[in-house]
């Protein structure tokens, strides 16, 4: 199998397509964010990559609290739409109809009510990375919608249809292929 040699790229796709929520206690804004994960689990870590030129970076640097706000595919319209309108000109809670509610344990980030998962994150360092600076941060508290709760208490992703985006284009998840470890589970044997 022969393969092209290309330039280094950031040609990792797909990434989770989020909306990051802050506020400084005058005005609030949305960001539409790709390049998000996990980065550790105790304590439980995140970060976002963000543009200087961007209206919510100075918000998150002042203020060092955001949230993530998982998408969905009934919420890809205004996903897209905080990704290429700035909060400078225009009030995206408002224009979008998405509802603005109080995250418990940060001070001025709000949650999107619309979203079926919020991770409050308040920044832990800022690093100057080059065309973009990363915002680590621990994740404070996690806000999760009863409507896709499980009868075993768990969170059913399928059923809250997330999206992830890829070279420019939003997706749903497909079909589910395996459950971690199911490669080395034994069977069980049939009587």
Request: aromatic share 10%; proline share 5%.
């Amino acid at each position: 199998m022969a393969k092209q040699i290309w330039k280094p790229g950031t040609v990792l796709y797909p990434l989770p397509a989020v909306m990051v929520s802050c506020g400084d206690g005058e005005k609030d804004n949305i960001i539409t964010v790709a390049w998000t994960g996990i980065v550790n689990t105790d304590p439980p870590m995140t970060y976002i990559s963000l543009r200087k030129s961007r209206y919510s970076y100075e918000i998150i640097k002042n203020t060092g609290e955001f949230v993530i706000n998982v998408t969905t595919a009934s919420l890809t319209k205004a996903t897209d739409w905080c990704g290429v309108r700035s909060g400078r000109e225009h009030d995206k809670f408002s224009m979008m109809n998405l509802t603005k509610e109080k995250a418990p344990h940060l001070s001025n980030a709000p949650i999107i009510g619309e979203s079926p998962l919020s991770l409050e994150c308040r920044v832990t360092e800022i690093k100057d990375l080059g065309s973009h600076t990363m915002f680590l941060s621990e994740i404070v508290g996690v806000l999760a919608d009863e409507r896709y709760m499980n009868e075993d208490g768990s969170f059913d992703f399928e059923k809250s249809e997330p999206i992830c985006y890829s070279h420019g284009e939003y997706f749903t998840l497909g079909k589910k292929l395996g459950k971690f470890g199911y490669s080395v589970r034994k069977k069980k044997r049939r009587k």
